[in-house]
Nanobody, 123 residues
Framework: QLQLQESGPGLVSPSQTLSLTCTVSGGSITTNYNYWSWIRQPPGKGMEWIGY???????HYSPSFESRTSISRDTTNNQFTLHLSSVTPEDTGVYYC???????????????WGQGTQVTVSS
């Protein structure tokens, strides 16, 4: 059974780069036609899709995040990582990794989710 687990710092200082890793078990991130996304939910707001990395390593980002986001992967350890630079307190929220069989640009397109990890941006 496919499982996803986020890991990373719970507290990040403003202007720094936030890096979160998703470890996938029960399936390979290189399996054809699977897409692996990062999604977040700021406090009191809805879900926001950040971007995905595809089974073949191709990435696609939301225009809202594109200028300061990159997603990389480690196929040996079956992980993918979000890098979000120049963070501000507005980047505080719960961050989720998710996977699905379509290149969805909306959180609703993903069937398998991690449990989420709280990130707070504060000095």
């Amino acid at each position: 059974q496919l499982q996803l687990q986020e890991s990373g710092p719970g507290l990040v200082s403003p202007s720094q780069t936030l890096s979160l890793t998703c470890t996938v078990s029960g399936g390979s991130i290189t399996t054809n036609y699977n897409y692996w996304s990062w999604i977040r939910q700021p406090p009191g707001k809805g879900m926001e899709w950040i971007g995905y990395i595809a089974y073949n390593g191709v990435t696609h980002y939301s225009p809202s995040f594109e200028s300061r986001t990159s997603i990389s992967r480690d196929t040996t350890n079956n992980q993918f990582t979000l890098h979000l630079s120049s963070v501000t307190p507005e980047d505080t929220g719960v961050y989720y990794c998710a996977g699905g069989p379509r290149p969805a640009l909306d959180p609703s397109g993903y069937k398998k989710w991690g449990q989420g990890t709280q990130v707070t941006v504060s000095s």
